[in-house]
């Protein structure tokens, strides 16, 4: 049956049956599957483990680029081959570009891990989209990034960016007809077919953005420190063996996981 339109929650982090079953209940099409710190393979795996007709999931990275002293997030879909974290900007966007990826903007100007308007505005050409809601940000986070896109004069998305898994669907960025895969959803980005961004209301829809940005904390204390000092090599870090040494020139680490840990 074909759709009058298409719902994609444009940037989730959490991938499970409650989260298929609620961005059904929601109305969602379509979900932009990123993990922070997974490798290619394994988003594109657990991707195709839970769409189904009903739902298609897109495999996303959510790159991080630089140091930890000038980081920019970079959410990429249509990717090819695994690009990893913490090498160059300049030497990811290129990457991008040489597989012809859709780059989006995650939480433009956001805190100092995020492109800022100057920035989006320098490399417009090579960007597909900013993001203009995103419900773990609050209200005035969410002006700001729509100020960004309309002086950008970029198109828009919107995505719950849920790390929790009741966030799902609590925003979306809804295109016109039917997008029936993976590959059509990166096409309406990377084409700036027209969009609508929306979000859902009410006090629920407030309690859950906050919660998300509750959550930060846990990314920041807790979750980091497993990460950085207990679990061991990160999947993504541009020197481990799976990329076979073709990011070590553009690291921007020498190459020991103690390295990659802030200052």
């Known amino acids: 049956m074909t759709r009058s339109r298409t719902r994609v929650d444009a940037h989730v982090k959490v991938l499970d049956d409650d989260v298929v079953a609620l961005a059904k209940e ?26 189904d007709d009903d739902l298609t999931v897109v495999p996303g990275r959510e790159v991080f680029t630089g140091d930890w002293g000038n980081r920019r997030h970079l959410l990429v879909i249509g990717l090819d081959e695994p690009v990893p974290d913490y090498i160059t900007f300049e030497a990811a966007m290129a990457e991008f570009e040489r597989q012809d ?15 800022t308007r100057p920035e989006i505005a320098a490399h417009a050409e090579r960007l597909a989209a900013v993001e203009t809601y995103n419900t773990k940000l609050l209200p005035h986070q969410n002006a700001r990034t729509r100020r960004i896109a309309e002086v950008t004069d970029m198109p828009g998305f919107g995505s719950s960016y849920a790390h929790l898994s009741g966030t799902v669907g609590e925003a979306w960025t809804e295109f016109q007809g039917d997008l029936d895969d993976a590959d059509a959803v990166v096409d309406a980005f990377r084409q700036e077919r027209p969009r609508t961004v929306v979000h859902r209301g009410g006090v629920r829809h407030q309690l859950r953005g906050l919660l998300e940005f509750a959550h930060l904390g846990y990314e920041n204390t807790w979750e980091k420190l497993d990460r950085l000092f207990l679990s061991g090599d990160e999947p993504t870090l541009p020197t481990n063996v799976v990329y076979e040494g073709r990011f070590n020139d553009v690291s921007v680490y020498s190459g020991t996981l103690s390295d990659y840990r802030p200052k």
């Open 26 to 51: 929601r109305g969602i099409d379509a979900l932009v599957y990123a993990p922070h710190f997974t490798r290619l393979p394994t988003v594109r795996k657990r991707a195709a483990r839970y769409a």
């Open 101 to 115: 990826a859709a780059v989006l903007v995650p939480h433009p100007g956001f805190a100092t891990i995020s492109l």
